[in-house]
């Protein structure tokens, strides 16, 4: 089967800098996605990777290695308004959007 | 403009009640989505669309039905509604084929169902 792992729950303090990971399991591979979503609102995109690597974006970025089935995403500088869940999905072999349960971050002052 | 439009936003009914979402996208893309995400936060796809094929996620209860008029609609036809069908659904849009890999899914905001 297809899965995707992320931890439930990660706390982190304001202006800090916080790693949420994601390993995947899935039949084939052609990139992975990092989606932010507010309580009560849609996910909206944050970042793609397709090749091994870091991608950076502005405090965000996003690593993935492909023989580990892994990545991470990076938020430095985290602000209040960061506080919100953060989705892993992965492109699968027929191109479908395959999902991870999110992560849900709650930023402390 | 919306990208992706869904109503309604909030939807209260009877169990064995049949209701309706509605979703348009304005994108252009060819494939459509609907996603369920329950109480615990995980976005399960139920069914994903394009102008060529239907793929349905086998564990949808077949009381759950897509109807698409036209490639910008995608509406969710739900039978005999029961309480576990309780949950928020998403309508998406995207266009990843083979040669676009990295289009990103744009979400509708969202139908929360709540079933009494």
């Known amino acids: 089967g297809q899965n995707i792992d992320q931890p439930t729950e990660m706390t982190a303090t304001e202006g800090a800098i916080v790693q949420i990971n994601c390993t995947y399991q899935t039949s084939g591979f052609n990139g992975l996605f990092w989606y932010q979503q507010h309580a009560g609102e849609a996910p909206t995109f944050l970042s793609y990777n397709v090749l091994d690597g870091l991608e950076e974006k502005g405090r965000f970025s996003s690593f993935l290695s492909r023989s580990k089935g892994y990545s991470y995403l990076l938020l430095k500088e985290l602000q209040m308004k960061d506080s919100a869940s953060y989705l892993c999905?992965?492109?699968?072999?027929?191109?479908?959007?395959?999902w991870g349960a999110g992560t849900k971050l709650i930023i402390k002052p | 403009d919306t990208a992706v439009s869904q109503t309604p936003k909030y939807l209260v009914t009877q169990m064995g009640n049949d209701k309706s979402i509605k979703c348009e996208q304005n994108?252009?893309?060819?494939?459509m989505y609907w996603y369920k995400q329950d109480s615990k936060k995980f976005l399960k796809i139920m069914f994903s669309?394009?102008?060529?094929?239907?793929?349905i996620n086998e564990t949808v209860p077949n009381r759950f039905s897509p109807k698409s008029p036209d490639k910008a609609h995608l509406n969710l036809h739900i039978n005999s509604l029961e309480l576990g069908d309780s949950a928020v659904y998403f309508c998406?849009?995207?266009?990843?084929?083979?040669?676009?890999?990295?289009?990103?899914?744009?979400f509708g905001q969202g139908t929360r169902l709540t079933v009494v």
């Open positions: 669309y394009n102008n060529k094929e239907l793929i």
């Open positions: 994108l252009g893309h060819d494939t």
């Open positions: 999905a992965v492109v699968d072999s027929n191109y479908q959007l395959i």
């Open positions: 998406a849009s995207s266009q990843a084929s083979q040669e676009i890999l990295n289009t990103e899914a744009f």
